[in-house]
């Protein structure tokens, strides 16, 4: 089955830093991927699709320039959490449709735990 | 616009109990996908199923059931004889098609449901 990998699993980080988040597509290319953020014991809520090529899409509240995407290939996008604060802590999921699998097939990324101090 | 509704934020049974998760969603579309996730404690999501809008068959999977009512805006879930390894929190998701531009539309969550099992 399709399997979407992120990197790192968890990590922690000091106020004022910048950390990034990588979500790949193992076995299959998508042009599209996903992010989302879930606050413990909350549902997750789309940040951002991220589009191969082109800019990312922000979901409304979403402030672009402090969460920073780059689709740079078929099977990688990236979130950068610039300047981060504790209210950034959270677990980050990105998700990804294959091509020519239509948005109903997502598969999704076991997540990033981002703690920050 | 779009709104997926899980009534049921904890439920808590012990085990061979049946259980239903209930879920409501608002679409104006008539083209629509609607899933079912579980989320361990691990955190990854597992996909459960996925139902399109003009198919209400009611499916049977194992020891899963979901009952998908048009009518009433509904798409429940139901586990039989729970086992201590269901406890999880479960989400159920709305996706509207988007046909007409093949692009990739966005999954809309809902609240989620936390059940435990108890042995």
């Known amino acids: 089955g399709a399997v979407v990998s992120q990197h790192p699993s968890w990590v922690i980080c000091k106020s004022g830093t910048s950390v990034k988040i990588e979500c790949r597509s193992l076995?299959?290319?998508?042009?599209?991927m996903f992010w989302y953020r879930q606050f413990p014991k909350q549902s997750l809520m789309l940040m951002a699709t991220?589009?191969?090529?082109?800019?990312?899409?922000?979901e409304q509240g979403v402030e672009k320039d402090k969460f920073l995407i780059n689709h740079a290939s078929l099977t990688l996008s990236t979130l950068t959490v610039t300047s981060a604060h504790p209210e950034d802590s959270s677990f980050y999921i990105c998700?990804?449709?294959?091509?020519?699998?239509?948005?109903?097939?997502?598969?999704f990324g076991p997540g990033t735990r981002l703690t920050v101090t | 616009a779009q709104k997926v509704t899980q009534a049921q934020t904890e439920i808590s049974v012990v085990e061979k109990e049946d259980v239903t998760l209930d879920c409501v969603y608002e679409t104006r579309d008539t083209t629509y996908y609607l899933f079912w996730y579980k989320q361990p404690p691990s955190g990854e999501l597992v996909f459960l199923i996925r139902?399109?809008?003009?198919?209400?068959q009611n499916e049977i999977s194992g020891r899963y059931s979901w009952n998908f009512q048009k009518s009433t805006s509904s798409f429940n879930f139901t586990i039989t004889a729970s086992q201590v390894v269901d406890s999880a929190v479960y989400f159920c998701?709305?996706?509207?098609?988007?046909?007409?531009?093949?692009?990739?539309?966005?999954?809309?969550f809902g609240a989620g449901t936390r059940l435990a099992v108890h042995p």
């Open positions: 076995d299959f290319q998508a042009t599209t």
């Open positions: 991220s589009n191969e090529g082109s800019k990312a899409t922000y």
């Open positions: 998700s990804a449709p294959p091509i020519g699998t239509g948005f109903y097939e997502q598969y």
């Open positions: 139902r399109n809008s003009f198919d209400e």
């Open positions: 998701a709305l996706s509207e098609a988007m046909i007409l531009s093949g692009g990739y539309n966005k999954l809309i």
